[in-house]
């Protein structure tokens, strides 16, 4: 099944942290802190209200320095778009958003050539000649999405675990794109 498959048959909880996710992967570009997003984690596994632990991470991501770099603005409005109550429609909008989002950050960072498919048609399962980081990043966004379809609330620690992976790759990639600009 498509990542787009994946994302119109997930439920609240699914969309949740399938955004999450993203946004979670993307940590490296916004800060130092990997645990800053764990609070809201936390909020959906006890299904409860995330609009306090969402305020403390905006607080703590939205003071890392500003660059001027189209991946670290996408992980911004990433962050900035999160919906503050977990109502369907706002969180279906929100994690396709960062689905793309996320993609295309990897996209950006990836050194090897990403062919010419857009990032919707890698979404929606063109996989032709993609690269490795951007590749990476598909399988992850479709592991995290089949781990909460068959699992629910069990499924959101491997997912946690998937996107810490994610993290420690795009940490990896950010720390060598900033010793190549030195």
């Known amino acids: 099944m498509s990542l787009v498959e994946l994302l119109a048959q997930a439920d609240d909880r699914g969309l949740a942290a399938s955004g999450l ?6 940590v490296p570009l916004l ?3 990997d645990e800053v997003l764990r609070p809201l984690w936390a ?9 306090a632990p969402l305020a403390r991470a905006r607080e703590a991501l939205e003071t890392a320095p500003a660059q001027e770099d189209r991946a670290v603005t996408l992980a911004h409005r990433m962050l900035g778009a999160v919906p503050v ?3 369907a429609g706002p969180l279906r909008a929100w994690a396709d958003a960062c689905s793309v989002a996320a993609l295309q950050i990897h996209r950006e960072l990836d050194a090897l050539d990403d062919g ?7 979404r929606e399962g063109r996989t032709e000649d993609m690269s490795p980081l951007v590749a990476a990043e598909l399988r992850r966004q479709t592991t995290i999405l089949e781990l909460l ?3 629910g609330a ?8 998937v996107s810490a992976e994610g993290r420690r790759v795009l940490r990896a990639v950010v720390s ?7």
């Open 85 to 87: 109550t977990r109502a």
């Open 154 to 161: 069990g499924g959101l620690r491997q997912a946690l675990d």
């Open 149 to 151: 379809a068959g699992r």
């Open 21 to 26: 996710a993203c946004l979670d992967r993307c």
């Open 116 to 122: 010419s498919r857009t990032v919707a048609a890698r």
């Open 31 to 33: 800060g130092d802190d």
């Open 43 to 51: 909020s959906l596994a006890e299904e409860a209200d995330w609009q």
């Open 176 to 182: 060598r794109r900033a010793r190549g600009r030195t």
